[in-house]
């Protein structure tokens, strides 16, 4: 089965066709980082507008290098959310479109749970069961997860995602957006030691976190400093480093908790070099990722989940309304239904 996937829920236009039997054809990504870095951060209807510009020409670039037409596509999974609710509306619709206009099912896939299997398309996957760590622009999420659509949260940011307060972080020290990358980047040039930020909410049980204070942390140190370029790189370190070792801290009471020896890291900011080299170190325990290009958001991962839950998939003929989800919860996910 070739499922087309479209991802539409924030600033990148993600496309991608995957075969149940062969794995990856083609993907296509185009980012709006130009258009929204004039604004220091995504400005959703100008995103929305440029969603529409970029859907259906990626989709005749991925058919075309995968040298496949319309008709050879069986199935469609788009994004419903969580995401912009005009930029998933635009990836909704066209998918739902043309999977009627195809009479093909289509599917509506949660991004999350997108994020959370994109590991399972490399080589060596993961198996069952295992603690995903989701830390990307909007959620910061430790899941037990049993298998497809078992999801249970384990703990959460109460404030600030982590990507969002790295994001943060990074305007205020002047950086340009993106700022995560960047930030990530400006790290590498600071002092070690310099300054030493709190590890938020590691000293008492749980696993919440709470990004939001450290992002308050940066800034007084900024204010306080003499706000030269080793002062933006030693802030950066610091409240990188920090972060970091929070996540660090609360996966491994997780694995401690659930007593597996699994630990699954994805969403935009899994593609932190520090990040991976902490978790990495966590004795006894395998991890995995997904590769760098697919950390962030992408149509691979809507594909395949997608072809993950082809039983659940529905003829829209039959179901020609739709709706998307700006708020979706994981949890909310069930096991794709039985045939
Ligand atoms: O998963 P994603 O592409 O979009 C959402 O679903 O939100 O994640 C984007 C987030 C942004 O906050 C971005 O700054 C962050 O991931 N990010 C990073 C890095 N690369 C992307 N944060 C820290 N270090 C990075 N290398
Ligand atoms: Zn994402």
């Given at each position: 089965m070739r499922v087309l996937g479209i991802e539409s829920s924030c600033d990148e236009t993600g496309i991608a066709l995957y075969d149940t039997e062969q794995g990856l054809l083609a993907h296509a990504l185009y980012s709006q980082i130009e258009l929204?870095?004039?604004?220091?951060?995504?400005?959703?209807?100008l995103a929305s507008r440029d969603h529409i510009r970029k859907t259906l020409p990626l989709i005749e670039q991925v058919l075309a290098e995968a040298q496949l037409r319309r008709c050879d596509i069986d199935a469609i999974a788009y994004t419903a959310g969580p995401g912009l609710v005009g930029a998933l509306?635009?990836?909704?619709?066209?998918?739902?479109?043309?999977?009627?206009?195809?009479?093909?099912?289509?599917?509506?896939?949660?991004?999350?749970?997108?994020?959370?299997?994109?590991?399972?398309?490399?080589?060596?996957?993961?198996?069952f069961p295992f603690v995903s760590l989701l830390v990307s622009g909007g959620h910061t999420l430790l899941v037990d997860v049993q298998g497809v659509g078992q999801y249970r949260l384990l703990g959460e940011s109460l404030d600030d995602a982590v990507g969002e307060a790295f994001d943060k972080t990074a305007k205020m020290l002047g950086l340009p957006y993106p700022g995560g990358p960047?930030?990530?980047?400006?790290?590498?040039?600071?002092t070690h030691g310099k300054y030493e930020f709190p590890r938020p909410m590691t000293n008492r049980p749980g696993l919440d976190f709470s990004f939001s204070g450290?992002?308050?942390?940066?800034?007084?140190?900024?204010?306080?400093?003499?706000?030269?370029?080793?002062d933006r790189a030693d802030i950066a370190l610091a409240f990188q480093n920090a972060a970091v070792e929070t996540l660090a801290i609360k996966c491994k009471r997780a694995m401690k908790q659930t007593g597996y020896s699994t630990l699954v890291i994805a969403g935009g900011v899994s593609a932190n070099k520090a990040l991976r080299v902490s978790l990495n170190d966590i004795k006894e325990i395998q991890t995995y990722y997904p590769r760098q290009e697919f950390c962030s958001d992408?149509?691979?991962?809507?594909?395949?989940?997608?072809?993950?839950?082809?039983?659940?998939?529905?003829?829209?003929?039959?179901a020609p309304s739709f709706s998307v989800r700006p708020r979706w919860p994981l949890e909310e996910l069930t096991p794709p239904s039985p045939v």
């Open positions: 929204h870095a004039q604004y220091g951060g995504v400005v959703p209807e509306l635009v990836g909704a619709a066209i998918g739902r479109s043309l999977a009627w206009a195809l009479n093909i099912p289509a599917l509506a896939v949660n991004h999350m749970e997108g994020h959370l299997l994109s590991p399972l398309m490399e080589e060596k996957p993961p198996l960047v930030l990530a980047a400006l790290a590498e040039h600071g450290l992002k308050t942390f940066s800034m007084n140190t900024w204010l306080n400093s003499k706000k030269t370029d080793q992408n149509g691979a991962m809507i594909a395949f989940t997608g072809a993950m839950r082809q039983r659940s998939m529905i003829k829209t003929s039959t």
